[in-house]
């Protein structure tokens, strides 16, 4: 099974779903902190496709790991969600879940993500107009986040939508020892 598909329609149901109770905004939110649990904790993803696990446990797991704030339960929409995936069998395929969610929720308010990683902090000056240079090129308003990455060397790295500009010293290094090998 195409797990891109699978991924595309669950989104889209819950994008759905989210929208007939007015609660996109609150879902969205949960949804990226659930991309950004995936991104940043392998065990996550390991966890879910681990079969001493039962359902209930993995569901507790993904509700921690959803939780946007302190305190604040986790919204219906997204509670029923997880849970109904968990029972499917598809949990293995929250990461691209949640992604495409983001993708689609973004697209349906015509916003994009970017992300610019830097060497060395930039000034805000530098950092709005490589801004408008993509809202330009991508003609949607963007939300870009910058981080710094001293393993960058110089330069940066700006990626969204489908496309990454590596501009970096270590990706002019890495291109020009292929060429070498």
Known sequence: MDIGIVASRYAHALL??????????LVYAEMQQLHHAFQSLSALTTALSNPVLDAERKVHLLLAATTVAEGQPVSAPTQRFLTLVVQKGRA????????????AYERERGTTRA?????????????????RLVEQHSGRKVSMTTTVDPELLGGYIL????LRMDA???GQFAKLRRALT
């Open 16 to 25: 759905r779903f989210a929208a007939e109770g007015s609660n996109e905004e």
């Open 92 to 103: 293995t395929f929250l990461p691209f879940m949640a992604t495409a969610f983001l993708t």
């Open 115 to 131: 992300q610019l990683v830097v060497a060395t902090p930039v000034s805000e000056a530098v950092q709005q107009r490589l801004l």
């Open 159 to 162: 990626e969204y939508d489908d």
């Open 168 to 170: 970096s010293l270590r």
